[in-house]
């Protein structure tokens, strides 16, 4: 059987081992290591005892020094761009002729094309998680051995859960379509349109949308308005789905009727899954009617921000939006969407061209939320 001593030195040694496959230890720690290294064979020939406290002392260092990489591997990844480091929840968008790389500290990266928005919802030691708004990135993320790969990037009602690969991911907010076109690995890909998630692999090139199809103008305008009439006349009938609503014995004749006796959680459960199906009709029409019968609620503060964001994000209606988030920071100040809604008006004014409320509206963010995600476009917005 090893004694005590071997059993320790062996253990140094492996420990050593592990070390040396570090590719980039750091310099500090490669020259502490160094020395200790050769202060062990210096002192070989010297008794056991003492041969046993330097073995302890090396295993110590060692083992410090697995900690120190160990901590390294555990901190969120890092981004940025070429105007510099950004946070999670940053707007990263890329202007017209002007690509936009995104650098992770991990090798991963991003190539936004032109027109295209996105954001870093947050990040991980192992990824981050990537919100597709509008356009289209090409997308390569690196595979990180011993500490695990996991990547999630959200378009729309769609997510593409990545491990490490290449491809191209496209999102059209006005018409709800996805394009994911691989060029290496494979990911898995979902929707709430999906009966199941898929595995996308190969060079495969994959074209889905939720939005159902298109109603006749007329039919459109008719339900677009059904939400602030007192009465609607026959309409096909509605069954809402099991799992989103709770149904009542006698169902109504149509989604817009069944909005104006529906209970105020039933009307945010509807327009909540109408609007990640794609039917914008639909999530407006119960949007509407739970702020007229509902005023005053927070959920009627909050359809506002949401008809906000159905106005910016799927209709490309810009003063819309901006109607909808200023009303959202009339009616909640202090709100938990206050932030939000603030940039979102700010970004809205600006899309409007309408430069002198953008500054205004880019000033008073600046003042309450000087290092919040919106801020670097605010300050842009001063700068122009």
């Not at 059987?1 to 071997?6: G, I, K």
Request: with cysteine.
């Amino acid at each position: 059987m090893d004694s005590p001593q071997t059993n320790l030195m062996q253990f140094g040694e492996c420990v050593q081992d592990a070390l040396e496959a570090e590719t980039s230890p750091n310099e500090q720690l490669r020259a502490a290591r160094t020395q200790l290294l050769e202060r062990v064979t210096t002192e070989q020939r010297r008794t056991p005892k003492l041969r046993l406290r330097l073995a302890l002392f090396g295993g110590l260092a060692t083992l410090a020094t697995a900690a120190a990489i160990m901590f390294t591997w555990s901190r969120p990844i890092a981004f940025e761009t070429a105007s510099g480091k950004h946070d999670a929840g940053d707007v990263l968008e890329a202007l017209q002729h002007q690509p936009t790389y995104v650098h992770f500290s991990e090798g991963s990266q991003l190539l936004l094309h032109d027109g295209t928005r996105a954001r870093v919802l947050e990040t991980h030691a192992r990824g981050a998680r990537v919100l597709l708004e509008n356009g289209a990135a090409d997308v390569s993320i690196v595979h990180r051995s011993g500490t695990g790969t996991r990547w999630r990037f959200e378009a729309g009602p769609f997510q593409v859960l990545v491990t490490g690969t290449q491809f191209k991911l496209a999102w059209h907010a006005a018409s709800q379509s996805l394009v994911l076109s691989m060029r290496s690995g494979s990911v898995e890909l979902s929707g709430a349109c999906l009966p199941a998630p898929r595995v996308v692999a190969g060079r495969e090139t994959v074209r889905l949308s939720c939005a159902k199809p298109a109603q006749p103008a007329s039919e459109t305008r008719a339900a677009e308005s059904a939400a602030t009439a007192t009465s609607v006349g026959a309409q096909p009938a509605y069954r809402a789905p099991a799992n989103a609503v709770r149904e009542s014995a006698a169902q109504p004749r149509s989604f817009e009727s069944g909005c104006e006796t529906a209970s105020k959680a039933d009307l945010v459960a509807w327009a909540n899954r109408e609007r990640l199906a794609g039917s914008v009709v639909r999530a407006r029409s119960a949007l509407l009617t739970l702020r007229k019968r509902f005023g005053g609620s927070n959920e009627a503060a909050t359809a506002a921000f949401t008809l906000g964001r159905i106005a910016y994000d799927q209709r490309a209606d810009y003063a819309e939006a901006a109607r909808w988030f200023a009303t959202y920071l009339e009616e909640q100040p202090a709100g938990p969407l206050m932030g939000d809604a603030a940039g979102r008006l700010l970004e809205a004014r600006a899309r409007l061209g309408d430069r002198a409320a953008a500054r205004r509206d880019a000033q008073a963010y600046l003042r309450r939320f000087p290092e919040g995600p919106y801020a670097s476009q605010a300050k842009r917005i001063l700068s122009e």
